[in-house]
T-cell receptor
Framework: DSGVTQTPKHLITATGQRVTLRCSPR?????VYWYQQSLDQGLQFLIQ???????AKGNILERFSAQQFPDLHSELNLSSLELGDSALYFC?????????????FGAGTRLSVL | EDQVTQSPEALRLQEGESSSLNCSYT??????LFWYRQDPGKGPEFLFT???AGEEKEKERLKATLTKKESFLHITAPKPEDSATYLC??????????FGAGTRLTVKP
């Protein structure tokens, strides 16, 4: 158990809908990262937050947004969903941003868009 | 452009048959190289971090090494429970982690 908690584990929804994925980092970790993993793309970095502030952006679509709350949990919001958004979404956390801090991953949320 | 390439894509071994997985990278300003293990439907599990060429780390049947252009994950006398996808990632700059596509390892009893 990495100590990173993601909910829900599975999510099934329809095209055009909006969903929210939740992540609770390991105790003491201030930085949260979101990744998307699909069969043909591997793990793709989406966005990073540190202590409530956005720190870095990867290949995140404009339809996607995230935030980190004062209690350090984070939410990833996906809107106007398309079939191609079906993937595993992982959250990771680390003690501090960047450097060579180890990222610990949650078990993921499997999103199916029908 | 920063790139991480893992080979082979898939590897099938008999139990006890040692082998190596490769991770080659072309990045500017490498801050660290990471190896993760991922089981189907689960999140990546951290294995090793390597920071400089010549560094080696070991854990049970796994040994990771690093040169200026690539890293190897050596698996000695693997067991069926070592079957998983092994991911290599490089940290570039302060925040960017680039992952390779992974090597899917199957160890047959």
């Amino acid at each position: 158990d990495s100590g990173v908690t993601q909910t829900p584990k599975h999510l099934i929804t329809a095209t055009g809908q909006r969903v929210t994925l939740r992540c609770s980092p390991r105790s003491g970790d201030l930085s949260v990262y979101w990744y998307q993993q699909s069969l043909d793309q591997g793990l793709q970095f989406l966005i990073q937050y540190y202590n409530g502030e956005e720190r870095a952006k990867g290949n995140i679509l404009e339809r996607f947004s995230a935030q980190q709350f004062p209690d350090l949990h984070s939410e990833l919001n996906l809107s106007s969903l398309e079939l191609g958004d079906s993937a595993l979404y992982f959250c990771a956390s680390s003690v501090a941003p960047g450097g060579t801090n180890i990222q610990y991953f949650g078990a993921g949320t499997r999103l199916s868009v029908l | 452009e920063d790139q991480v390439t893992q080979s082979p894509e898939a590897l099938r071994l008999q139990e006890g048959e040692s082998s190596s997985l490769n991770c080659s990278y072309t990045v500017s300003g490498l801050r660290g190289l990471f190896w993760y293990r991922q089981d189907p439907g689960k999140g990546p599990e951290f294995l090793f971090t390597l920071y400089s060429a010549g560094e080696e780390k070991e854990k049970e049947r796994l040994k990771a090494t690093l040169t200026k252009k690539e890293s190897f994950l050596h698996i000695t006398a693997p067991k069926p429970e070592d079957s998983a996808t092994y991911l290599c990632a490089v940290q570039v700059g302060n925040n960017d982690m680039r992952f390779g596509a992974g090597t899917r390892l199957t160890v047959k009893p």
